[in-house]
């Protein structure tokens, strides 16, 4: 007990002839994005890695059915093998991909070629998890609508899916914090800011604003503006239950976590 006390009154004590943590010990606003810490550099995460500590690892165990919507080469799909069973859904085929080649090969791996938004070829009543990331922002809203009216017969109820999507107004909201990212615990000057970041981030700060105002023209590799907020009215009209409009884990693009009833 007498250490114990001695440990609690170390707390009391000075440091450079001032008192402890003189104000209060603060680390820095858990709230602000881009804010200071002192853990300098080692303070920042990948974006990609916050996606997958937030929507994959506390959603996908061995008793998932998971499906994902645009694999491409299989970086996400990888995240996803401690599932029971992954389907990956694509319009390119997984050669073009290189997706078995990356993935390689498993058993309770699927690998589905679309051609259209119908979700065809997968089972109903069967999915516990869907995820998507850095597809259906290059689908129009149109397209969007027609996977979630396609996707519900395909979810056992309870099914947690994350779907990230283009947001405009939030990439531009983005780009004017830009210039606020702080690499080592300090911003950068802007001459430095750009090449630096590019090097962490792999591209240039900051994001260029965009016009939500457009068509919804089909162009190869374009963003289309679905919206968080229209993306979730849209879901909520067919029947999810929206639990988030915006996980958060990205500073350009909402992720929505939804759920089917």
Same mark, same amino acid.
């Given at each position: 007990?007498?250490?114990?006390?001695?440990?609690?009154?170390?707390?009391?004590?000075?440091?450079?002839?001032?008192?402890?943590?003189?104000?209060?010990?603060?680390?820095?606003?858990?709230?602000?994005?881009?804010?200071?810490?002192?853990?300098?550099?080692?303070?920042?995460?990948?974006?990609?890695?916050?996606?997958?500590?937030?929507?994959?690892?506390?959603?996908?165990? !061995?008793?998932?059915?998971?499906?994902?919507?645009?694999?491409?080469?299989?970086?996400?799909?990888?995240?996803?093998?401690? !599932?029971?069973?992954?389907?990956?859904?694509?319009?390119?085929?997984?050669?073009?991909?290189?997706?078995?080649?990356?993935?390689?090969?498993?058993?309770?791996?699927?690998?589905?070629?679309? =051609?259209?938004? =119908?979700?065809?070829?997968?089972? !109903?009543?069967?999915?516990?998890?869907?995820?998507?990331?850095?597809?259906?922002?290059?689908? =129009?809203?149109?397209?969007?609508?027609?996977?979630?009216?396609?996707?519900?017969?395909?979810?056992?109820?309870?099914?947690?899916?994350?779907?990230?999507?283009?947001?405009?107004?939030?990439?531009?909201?983005?780009?004017?914090?830009?210039?606020?990212?702080?690499?080592?615990?300090?911003?950068?000057?802007?001459?430095?800011?750009?090449?630096?970041?590019?090097?962490?981030?792999?591209?240039?700060?900051?994001?260029?604003?965009?016009?939500?105002?457009?068509?919804?023209?089909?162009?190869?590799?374009?963003?289309?503006?679905?919206?968080?907020?229209?993306?979730?009215?849209?879901?909520?009209?067919?029947?999810?239950?929206?639990?988030?409009?915006?996980?958060?884990?990205?500073?350009?693009?909402?992720?929505?976590?939804?759920?089917?009833?």
């Amino acid at each position: 007990m007498d250490r114990l006390r001695r440990e609690i009154d170390s707390f009391r004590g000075t440091w450079k002839g001032r008192p402890l943590w003189e104000g209060g010990y603060y680390e820095g606003d858990p709230l602000d994005p881009v804010g200071r810490s002192s853990y300098g550099a080692g303070g920042y995460i990948s974006v990609l890695h916050a996606v997958y500590l937030t929507c994959v690892r506390p959603y996908v165990n !061995a008793d998932t059915l998971a499906l994902e919507l645009g694999p491409g080469r299989g970086a996400w799909t990888r995240a996803l093998l401690p !599932a029971r069973e992954v389907w990956a859904v694509d319009v390119l085929s997984a050669d073009h991909n290189g997706f078995w080649d990356y993935v390689g090969r498993h058993d309770h791996v699927r690998y589905v070629e679309a =051609s259209d938004f =119908s979700l065809n070829g997968l089972p !109903a009543d069967h999915f516990s998890y869907v995820f998507s990331f850095g597809t259906l922002c290059h689908v =129009s809203f149109e397209g969007i609508s027609e996977y979630a009216r396609n996707l519900k017969a395909k979810l056992r109820p309870g099914a947690n899916c994350f779907w990230m999507v283009a947001d405009y107004e939030k990439v531009t909201r983005s780009a004017a914090r830009a210039n606020e990212l702080l690499i080592g615990g300090r911003a950068l000057p802007r001459g430095r800011r750009g090449r630096l970041a590019g090097r962490l981030a792999g591209e240039t700060l900051p994001w260029r604003p965009l016009d939500a105002v457009e068509d919804d023209k089909p162009a190869t590799g374009r963003w289309y503006h679905a919206g968080a907020a229209r993306t979730c009215e849209m879901l909520a009209s067919i029947g999810y239950h929206v639990v988030e409009q915006d996980v958060g884990a990205v500073h350009r693009d909402p992720i929505i976590h939804f759920r089917w009833h």
